[in-house]
């Protein structure tokens, strides 16, 4: 899944993440009985599988990140920060690489790196984040990560009237009123596992200060009352998105997408 041939092109010669055979708000789509984010999990950069269980109790951002975008270098650097203020207060920060806005992740999994390296930001950067390889996040071939957050929260908090139709070059089908508009659009999660807040790429990483030490809080307030004993509840990985995608190779029955 790696490497130079990760993914498909399309007659436009644009890059799109392998298919993913579940669909948002179908009868067959998991992310509609998914209970918790830490019920899911998903491929590293490096082709890991990471379950979203290790992140139980966490407070996470999760961003649709870009390495070729006009804001890159103001969003890893603010990302890096917010991991450094925070992340020992028990904020996590997941960055999913995409290619559907402006050809803003043209790189495959293993140029993304070098080039947020050697260009943009630059100066040897290197997230301090875990950073997840290239996904579709909109259409019928959405991850079941950003189909579970969309599904809970269809509109960012900051900008409810935000459109995916707004861009001139829409490489995904279908286009719903729900889908992510831009790269570095953002999803807050609480440390229950329950979708917070969602933030259109107008709000940059440094505005989501006072949420996320608002959610930080009730971490520390929840851990005094249960005594602070450490203790998680382990709770089962439902959906692995690779093996979702294998087995979808042999799916025979085609469905029909319906856009709402």
Known sequence: MNGPHHGRVSHHGKHHATPHPMELNTPLCPASVVGSFFELSAEALGGEMIPFSAYDGKVVLVVNVASASEHTTREYLQLNDLVATYGPKGLIVLGFCCNQFGNGEPFSNHEILRCLRAVRP????????????????????????????????????????????????????????????????KFLVSSDGQPYRRYSWRTTPEDLCKDIEDLLRKVTRTNREQGNTGAKNDRPILFNSKKYMQESMTRSTVRDDAAY
């Open 122 to 185: 630059g100066n040897r950067f290197s997230p301090n984040f875990q950073l997840f390889s290239k996904v579709d996040i909109n259409g019928k071939h959405g991850h079941i990560v950003w189909e579970y957050l969309k599904l809970k929260l269809p509109f960012p908090s900051d900008n409810a009237a935000t459109m995916a139709q707004e861009h001139l070059d829409i490489g995904w089908s279908p286009v719903r009123r729900t889908d992510v508009s831009g790269n570095f659009e």
